[in-house]
């Protein structure tokens, strides 16, 4: 993580480099001009006789306004493009890292930490650069030269008047940690309510059903109301803040004029210095509110620092090195795998070899997803062995073996872009194809009947689609992608008998050749298979063709007898436009 | 702003107005207050520091004064402290105030949006309303706490000022004032281009966060089709876009402060000049010269932040108005007052012809002339294709919907006539996917009926849920996360039915779920509904054959009408649509 951070801070070095130098121009002529408008006062009194000086004073002023203007410009615009740019990069390389992240540990973590990573904490990496310089450097910087021009004026109006900004900034700092507990307090509330918002506008009808309407209304009452407390609290503590900074430079103020005057009947200071001194005491007063900035963004920055230097200890993907073509024959040997201290699967030995197809059937977690996942390297396989191709599968590159298979899940995930993308997933494939695939999934049908046809939007943005249709999709890509080896998970499980049926009977062509694994708790999506095994609790306690298990006593013939009835009146239920 | 809009304003300020009144007071004491300050400083100088004197004689009304410098200071330290006290009650009472404000508009749409009509929810996206009862009302807030009283304490204050030094000096006022003006348009420009340049980084954030979000959510997708260099280039080029968008907003923004700078300090070299050269015959005191920088350097900030609350006034009347059009929807508030009160209720149920439409102007009818009557403790089962009216006729049961034509009947009674949270109190339903509010398991089986744990436990045990239930490290204390989340289906739908034993109502309506459930839970949530049918009235939407072949009455709907009804066996026998269906079946599955 270091090495990433410095690796990026010196690709922008020549930007961080004009940034302190415009920094710095830009705070010296930021006060330059109000000294001068003190001694031009002073010339003033004798006007005539001092033209010469006014003139020249006048110049300087003029000339460090415009100097001002400009490089403070310069500075805001480097400093935010900078550190932007920044962000980027680093928020790219967090992403890739993330890419790279073995899928377990990605599963467990939750998906709004691991969008923290990429989001939030690279976003407080770049606030804390932000901060160091244009809080830091530029408060260090700004009561030095005004500490310096104050010295200059008279070394004991200073002193006396820098007590109660110490004082003040000390309140400051104070009353910002309240601020900032407060402030944490509230938005907790906050969350809570809105958790609860979200909670009870999705479930109205339950809220009706159940005559939930009076007491949800009673708690909503009494959440809103913790956070109208909690955020009341805040601005009182605000308000504070804000009057004691205007009560410290008030009081600055007087007693500046007070010794002033004496200093001026002295005659150890001008009138015009003692306007130019007002004008310093009032320029201390956002540098004094700055510090507390500083100090969260600092210690935000650090955590966060700490939060990515730990995502980028997390291990990455083992890549395996032999980048073979892959073609068809998997056999697996005396498999066990344990995920979380408990065993998904014990001594699985299958042989499939090219062209054949494989069905898995089995109950709810008797682990057949496992058995794809290991082949596809989401997993490591620990204990036994999984070759393709007589290699072993840990041997194997990451990127060959997966470009090798195509493997349809569950639940298929869309992303919010067109029904196009979804289906030939940022790949490059000729419209043809992509339509062919999607006559052989049966969308076409569906496809023709949306507004904007194969374009249409999925998602948040766009249309929502059935359970059905989402399926379908994802099987156009097995069509579409053509590999040596697919596996379908239950891919089938929304689609009515019919639409099955013509998917199943396109598959038959299509799957000459290749290796086909179908995952599923439905007899009709494996019995065509060449084989079928039947998982228990992790172990394979059937083996055999549709006919073969149908004939023997066992778990495969009660599933039969149990899905049969239940099948047809899910054929009378669902049954999907058509 | 139109009428509609400042009636809306004045509705929600109307209990507060005390509180305005005490604040626009307290905020023009401040402003004077403030004003005066750089006077004394100006008297300081013109009278004591040019004269080197410390303490000078006045006369004033017919009387000597002699006045110090340090009393001068006093009453200075005396203003600043009486001017940031009253300041700090101000502040004080503004958020107080406004938060009130907010809490009260919050409990307003909220209780609102309980008491909608399911119609209501159907139009309005559940994300919709959360914007307005969270997001919303803080921008009202937003708007009394910061916007409206800044506004109007920078309002008073440029006067305050403005009336000052016209007073010392107009014609030098006139000239620092075609220099605000300048500066008033100048930066009316520039904010405007830069607010474009500003929505297309929020948009380009946005697109940004998404993709993100989707990379997140889809990493198994993008694993398994082995696509995460694509994706990385994908998020290299919206994450370029996105950082050259911020990079653009910075070309607009750094200069506006700059600018606003440069005129001020115009403004100041014009007064030194014209005091310097004493042009048209302008004779400045070194006092005014003083008062006048002062007061130029105090008038930029409130008029810039004048000009950006102007915006923050009309973001408040979008969000006033986004409120307002919810609430002001009256007409879709259900009914919980009037109506008959039902008790003893028999539970004998009965659609005459009812005829239904989810909108009165749609052309199809969702439900045609259904006509059935289910006699009390009898089961009927509702079975056909999605969008048959299996779910409808459920809602019409619930009263979500009010029918259009023809009755349904509780007991004989048109439910129409029946108080509708009485008429709810009677029907029990457990819905294919339950809805498990976060908290404990006893909460979400007791919902807002105070039960005992021993009343709970009952219901548990009815529901054949106990084995599930001391699974649980905590048992009935165990927490439900959001949406219950931790549970299966299969377990959801078992707290669901200790609800229902729970409740006891008359009525129970079962949407069976359709996801896999493993066999055990299946077999324990068979046992509840053979119990609950054996005593209540019940109607299901039944996706096992083992839940149909039971039921008093199976009716068969297709496209809203029913097309044929009995027992299994008789419609088996019957040799219609539900037959030919089975028998296609099972010779589809080659038949044992």
């Known amino acids: ?578 | 702003m139109k009428n509609k809009t400042i009636k809306r304003f004045y509705e929600i300020a109307k209990p507060h107005l005390k509180a305005f009144v005490v604040i626009i007071l307290f905020s023009i004491i401040i402003d004077i207050l403030a004003a005066s300050r750089p006077i004394l400083v100006k008297n300081v100088i013109d009278e004591f520091m040019q004269n080197k004197v410390e303490i000078k004689e006045f006369s004033k009304f017919g009387r000597n004064f002699i006045i110090s410098v340090n009393f001068i200071g006093i009453m200075y330290i005396l203003i600043v402290l009486i001017e940031n006290t009253l300041d700090f009650f101000m502040m004080k009472l503004t958020s107080v105030t406004g938060e009130k404000i907010m809490h009260e508009t919050r409990q307003k749409i909220f209780s609102f949006s309980q008491k909608a009509n399911v119609k209501f929810h159907d139009k309005t996206p559940s994300g919709k309303l959360f914007a307005r009862i969270t997001s919303d009302t803080e921008d009202l807030a937003i708007f009394f706490e910061d916007v409206l009283i800044t506004l109007f304490q920078d309002v008073s204050y440029i006067i305050v000022i403005s009336i000052i030094m016209l007073r010392l000096n107009w014609k030098l006022s006139i000239i620092v004032y075609g220099v605000v003006i300048i500066c008033v348009v100048i930066t009316y420009i520039f904010t405007k281009k830069a607010n474009v340049a500003y929505n297309l980084s929020k948009n380009a954030r946005t697109k940004l966060n998404t993709f993100l979000a989707e990379a997140i959510y889809g990493a198994k997708t993008i694993k398994i089709f082995n696509i995460q260099k694509i994706i990385d280039k994908e998020e290299r080029k919206i994450a370029e876009d996105h950082a050259e968008k911020i990079v653009n907003t910075a070309k607009y923004e750094a200069p506006l402060a700059q600018i606003l700078f440069f005129f001020m300090y115009l403004a100041i070299s014009i007064i030194i000049v014209i005091s310097a050269k004493k042009l048209w015959n302008i004779e400045i005191a070194l006092g005014e010269v003083y008062i006048f920088i002062t007061y130029i350097r105090e008038l930029f900030d409130p008029i810039t932040r004048t000009l950006e609350n102007i915006e923050g006034v009309q973001e408040a009347v979008v969000s006033l108005n986004k409120i307002y059009d919810i609430i002001d929807e009256q007409n879709s508030l259900e009914d919980f007052s009037s109506g008959k009160e039902i008790e003893n209720v028999i539970g004998k149920l009965e659609f005459k012809h009812v005829w239904f439409k989810y909108n009165d102007n749609d052309e199809k009818w969702v439900l045609k002339d259904i006509s059935f009557c289910i006699e009390p403790t009898q089961t009927i089962a509702l079975v056909g294709k999605t969008g048959a009216g299996k779910t409808t006729i459920i809602n019409l049961v619930n009263r979500f919907y009010d029918i259009q034509k023809g009755e349904i009947l509780l007991d004989g009674v048109n439910i129409k006539d029946i108080n509708l949270s009485s008429l709810r109190k009677h029907i029990g339903n457990v819905l294919q996917d339950p809805f498990i509010f976060s908290g404990t398991i006893k909460e979400n089986i007791e919902l807002c009926n105070d039960m005992s744990e021993e009343k709970v436990n009952e219901a548990i045990d009815l529901a054949s849920a106990r084995s599930f239930i001391n699974s649980l490290q905590n048992g009935i204390y165990e927490k439900a996360y959001e949406r219950g989340e931790n549970f299966s289906v299969g377990q959801k739908q078992l707290i669901a039915f200790a609800r229902i034993f729970a409740l006891n109502p008359d009525v129970f309506i079962l949407d069976e779920a359709t996801a896999n459930i493993d066999t055990s839970t299946e077999q324990l949530i068979q046992k509840s509904i053979d119990k609950l049918s054996r005593e209540k009235t019940a109607i299901f939407i039944a996706h096992r054959l083992s839940t149909i072949v039971n039921v008093d009455k199976i009716l068969v709907l297709k496209d809203g009408e029913i097309i044929e009804q009995g027992t299994h066996k008789e419609l088996l026998e019957k040799r219609g649509y539900y037959s030919n269906l089975y028998n296609s079946y099972y010779e589809s599955l080659g038949g044992i």
């Open chain 1, 1 to 578: 993580m270091k090495k990433v951070l410095i690796k990026l801070l010196k690709k922008y070095k020549i930007q961080y480099l004009w940034v302190i130098v415009t920094l710095l121009i830009f705070q010296i002529t930021r006060f330059i001009p109000v000294q001068k408008v003190g001694s031009i006062i002073d010339l003033l009194s004798d006007a005539t006789n001092n033209k010469g000086l006014i003139i020249r004073n006048f110049i300087v002023f003029f000339a460090c306004v415009i100097i001002h203007c400009i490089s403070r410009s310069l500075y805001k615009y480097i400093v935010k493009a900078t550190t932007y740019r920044f962000e980027k990069d680093l928020r790219n390389e967090i992403f890739s890292k993330f890419l790279n992240l073995k899928l377990e540990d990605m599963q467990n973590t939750k998906n709004g930490e691991l969008m923290s990573y990429i989001t939030k904490y690279v976003n407080d990496i770049r606030g804390g650069i932000y901060g160091i310089i244009a809080y830091g450097i530029r408060t260090i910087f700004a009561f030095g030269v005004l500490f310096i021009l104050m010295l200059n004026v008279n070394w004991k109006l200073t002193l006396i008047v820098i007590i109660p900004m110490v004082i003040e900034g000390i309140i400051v700092n104070k009353l910002k940690e309240q601020i900032k507990n407060s402030e944490k307090h509230a938005q907790e509330e906050y969350t809570k309510m809105s958790e609860f918002v979200q909670e009870s506008t999705d479930s109205i009808r339950t809220t009706k059903a159940f005559n939930e309407e009076e007491y949800q209304i009673s708690l909503f009452k009494t959440k809103s109301e913790k956070v109208k407390n909690n955020y009341t609290k805040l601005g009182i503590y605000s308000s504070l803040l804000s009057a004691s900074m205007g009560a410290c430079f008030g009081i600055c103020y007087a007693i500046s004029f007070i010794f002033g005057t004496k200093l001026i009947i002295m005659e150890l200071i001008t009138v015009g210095e003692f306007i130019a001194f007002n004008s310093y005491i009032r320029d201390m007063y956002w540098p004094l509110k700055w510090i507390p900035q500083l100090i969260t963004r600092i210690k935000k920055m650090q955590v966060a620092f700490n939060k990515l230097n730990s995502f980028y200890e997390i291990n990455e993907e083992i890549l395996g090195e032999s980048k073979e073509q892959l073609v068809g024959d998997i056999v697996i040997n005396n498999l066990d795998f344990s995920y979380d201290n408990t065993n998904v699967l014990k001594n699985i030995n299958v042989t499939i070899k090219s062209g054949e197809t494989l069905g898995i059937i089995g109950t709810i977690g008797s682990g057949k997803s496992t058995i794809a996942n290991l082949l596809l390297k989401l997993y490591e396989v620990n204990d036994g062995q999984i070759f393709i191709d007589g290699k072993d599968i840990n041997k194997i590159d990451i990127e060959q073996l997966r470009d090798s298979f195509c493997y349809i899940t569950q639940e298929s995930f869309l992303f919010s872009k067109s029904i196009r993308e979804n289906i030939k997933l940022f790949r490059e494939f000729s419209n043809d194809d992509i339509m062919k695939s999607s006559s052989k999934s049966a969308l076409t049908e569906d496809i023709k009947n949306m507004e904007n046809g194969i374009e249409t939007i999925v998602g948040e943005k766009g249309i929502t689609l059935s359970g059905g249709q989402k399926q379908r999709v994802a099987i156009a890509r097995a069509f579409l992608f053509n590999k040596n080896f697919i596996i379908f998970d239950d891919t089938f499980s929304a689609l009515d008998n019919r639409t099955e049926k013509l998917i199943l009977e396109n598959l038959k062509g299509f799957l000459e050749n290749k290796t086909c694994i179908i995952i599923s708790n439905r007899i009709s999506d494996v019995k065509q298979a060449d084989k079928i095994i039947v998982l228990d609790k992790g172990e394979i306690v059937q083996k055999g063709t549709h006919n073969e298990l149908l004939s023997q006593e066992g778990l495969y013939r009660n599933f039969y007898n149990e899905q049969s009835s239940n099948e047809f009146l899910k054929e009378m239920n669902i049954g999907e436009e058509f």
